[in-house]
């Protein structure tokens, strides 16, 4: 037998019933064992996103949802099936003798949790060229299932960012990070897959009827299929002294290493109770002199997580010596020497101010597209259908610089910025680029990170009218369903996993959560959603 092949017992298969996550052991690593419909399946136990027990996962048929990012995974065959999560899982062999379940499995496979899909090579015979405008995770995903679907032409990702793909997510979360602690591929994983990465090439203009574009470098390249995902870029401030020195936004690796240096031991002001600003104050609260906060409502993340959570979002920070200055603006930013000093509000309040960091929302990177037939909201965000293509042939666009339409908006369009949408756009426009006619179907999902808890967010509750608190918001331990029209179309949860989750993928399987079961069940018996 194969000295690299590994079988081992790891239950009686009396021991685990059905619908049930095991985690088990197999030559020292754990593996996921599931029981479905009396048929066993084991997997990696980690989720390859950010390392995730999958046994404290949702399973609904043969689909397994990641309890804190929302990933989901076929457990026939462990391909990813939503993200935020790159790869798929390893799947290995089960067998049942005499009543005892048995895992085999190769000691490579066993290492680790991630199994890259197959894809395709780049034939020089096929000259048809996808040019991918953006470096994020849109454009990475559409790359990469351009390969895995049997694509061998040309695929130039064109970006004005220096670096391969990152994870933006963590750049307000972990400030402490060097750029390739953030990187999604190594360039070597990019060259592999035939995928052209052009960083530093920002695109200036599209000549549609040509199918050409146009950089600031004065180079053009022309294509066959184009996908535009620029993403966003911060709203700048429109005060007096907002172009002072050490007043920054965070876009990339080198942004959020340069506060964490600037607000070391020093004066921090930070503009706009956002993700971006709260994620910043959290993760500056015991490093900088002073966190001060600023921000015109009343609550932080009100426009989308509401007054209760942001109230005790706020508390958290509030706990950690943050100070908030709140239904108030910044007036006036004052300096010497060029350096902002002083922060001045509406108020008339004076906060110093060493350092100021400015997260009051963003806008779609489309300018380039002005005076073109290309339609987009007064905005600027890109209008797409739910196969991501634009209103011109060939042409496809994804990610924050879009407005989709949302299925739990009643397919009214928004523009939604975060991770796994972008991801689930990428890969939806690779399809109907390949002609394949599919359509996005996804439950957008994000998480915030503050003093090491996690609220995670499944839904999009724009428009939401009334709540629903299960357990406690003063404890640090609650879900709450945001209501509309009478029905569940958001969820939120802190210290509740994997409620979320779970919530997600009763959304996803188009069934309807009413006000009235929201209210009837508790954390406990939340799971019985997935039945009814």
């Given at each position: 037998m194969d000295c690299d092949i590994v079988t081992a017992e790891v239950c009686k298969e009396a021991d685990i019933g059905d619908g049930q996550l095991w985690e088990v052991m197999v030559a020292g690593h754990p593996v996921l064992l599931v029981r479905n419909k009396k048929e066993f399946s084991a997997l990696g136990s980690k989720c390859p996103h950010y390392g995730a027990p999958l046994s404290k996962g949702v399973l609904r048929g043969e689909r397994l949802r990641c309890p804190w990012h929302g990933a989901c995974f076929n457990i026939k065959t462990g391909d990813i099936e939503e993200y935020p999560s790159l790869d798929c899982l390893p799947c290995f062999k089960v067998t049942v003798e005499d009543g005892k379940v048995f895992v085999t499995a190769k000691k490579k496979d066993l290492e680790s949790s991630v199994r890259m899909k197959d894809t395709s090579k780049r034939c020089l015979l096929n000259r048809t060229t996808m040019l991918l405008l953006g470096g994020g995770v849109a454009a990475l995903l559409c790359a990469e299932t351009l390969r895995q679907e049997g694509f061998t032409g040309r695929i130039i990702m064109a970006t004005k960012?220096?670096?391969?793909?990152?994870?933006?997510?963590?750049?307000?979360?972990?400030?402490?990070?060097?750029?390739?602690?953030?990187?999604?591929?190594?360039?070597?994983?990019?060259?592999?897959?035939?995928?052209?990465?052009?960083?530093?090439?920002?695109?200036?203009?599209?000549?549609?009827?040509?199918?050409?574009?146009?950089?600031?470098?004065?180079?053009?390249?022309?294509?066959?299929?184009?996908?535009?995902?620029?993403?966003?870029?911060?709203?700048?401030?429109?005060?007096?002294?907002?172009?002072?020195?050490?007043?920054?936004?965070?876009?990339?690796?080198?942004?959020?290493?340069?506060?964490?240096?600037?607000?070391?031991?020093?004066?921090?002001?930070?503009?706009?109770?956002?993700?971006?600003?709260?994620?910043?104050?959290?993760?500056?609260?015991?490093?900088?002199?002073?966190?001060?906060?600023?921000?015109?409502?009343?609550?932080?993340?009100?426009?989308?997580?509401?007054?209760?959570?942001?109230?005790?979002?706020?508390?958290?920070?509030?706990?950690?010596?943050?100070?908030?200055?709140?239904?108030?603006?910044?007036?006036?930013?004052?300096?010497?020497?060029?350096?902002?000093?002083?922060?001045?509000?509406?108020?008339?309040?004076?906060?110093?101010?060493?350092?100021?960091?400015?997260?009051?929302?963003?806008?779609?990177?489309?300018?380039?597209?002005?005076?073109?037939?290309?339609?987009?909201?007064?905005?600027?965000?890109?209008?797409?259908?739910?196969?991501?293509?634009?209103?011109?042939?060939?042409?496809?666009?994804?990610?924050?610089?879009?407005?989709?339409?949302?299925?739990?908006?009643?397919?009214?369009?928004?523009?939604?910025?975060?991770?796994?949408?972008?991801?689930?756009?990428?890969?939806?426009?690779?399809?109907?680029?390949?002609?394949?006619?599919?359509?996005?179907?996804?439950?957008?999902?994000?998480?915030?990170?503050?003093?090491?808890?996690?609220?995670?967010?499944?839904?999009?509750?724009?428009?939401y009218t009334e709540t629903v608190v299960k357990g406690s918001l003063e404890q640090q331990k609650f879900l709450i369903f945001y209501i509309r029209d009478g029905f569940v179309t958001a969820a939120a949860s802190l210290n509740c996993d994997p409620m979320v989750s779970l919530i997600a993928e009763v959304l996803c399987s188009g069934k309807q959560i009413s006000k009235e079961e929201a209210e009837a069940c508790d954390i406990g018996n939340i799971p019985s959603l997935l039945e009814t």
């Open positions: 960012e220096k670096h391969v793909p990152y994870d933006k997510a963590k750049l307000s979360k972990e400030m402490n990070l060097k750029p390739e602690d953030v990187y999604l591929r190594k360039p070597e994983f990019l060259d592999a897959q035939g995928i052209e990465l052009w960083t530093e090439k920002e695109a200036v203009s599209v000549d549609f009827q040509k199918q050409k574009v146009h950089f600031m470098d004065g180079s053009s390249q022309k294509y066959n299929q184009l996908l535009i995902a620029t993403g966003s870029h911060s709203s700048p401030l429109k005060v007096p002294g907002a172009d002072l020195q050490n007043v920054c936004i965070i876009q990339t690796p080198e942004d959020s290493s340069k506060i964490l240096e600037l607000a070391t031991g020093k004066n921090l002001v930070i503009i706009g109770a956002s993700f971006i600003g709260m994620e910043v104050a959290a993760f500056l609260s015991d490093k900088a002199s002073t966190v001060s906060v600023v921000e015109k409502k009343e609550f932080p993340f009100q426009s989308t997580l509401g007054p209760q959570v942001g109230g005790v979002a706020m508390k958290m920070l509030q706990n950690k010596g943050v100070k908030f200055y709140m239904k108030t603006e910044l007036s006036e930013l004052k300096g010497k020497d060029g350096k902002v000093t002083e922060a001045v509000l509406a108020t008339g309040e004076k906060l110093p101010a060493d350092v100021v960091v400015v997260g009051i929302g963003v806008f779609p990177n489309s300018a380039f597209l002005k005076g073109t037939s290309i339609a987009r909201d007064d905005k600027g965000a890109i209008l797409v259908d739910l196969h991501m293509q634009t209103n011109i042939p060939n042409v496809f666009a994804a990610g924050d610089v879009v407005s989709f339409p949302v299925a739990l908006l009643n397919g009214d369009r928004s523009s939604i910025h975060h991770q796994q949408v972008a991801e689930a756009h990428g890969h939806i426009a690779a399809l109907n680029m390949l002609k394949k006619e599919k359509a996005l179907h996804t439950v957008p999902f994000y998480w915030t990170t503050m003093l090491g808890k996690s609220i995670r967010y499944a839904g999009c509750g724009k428009g």
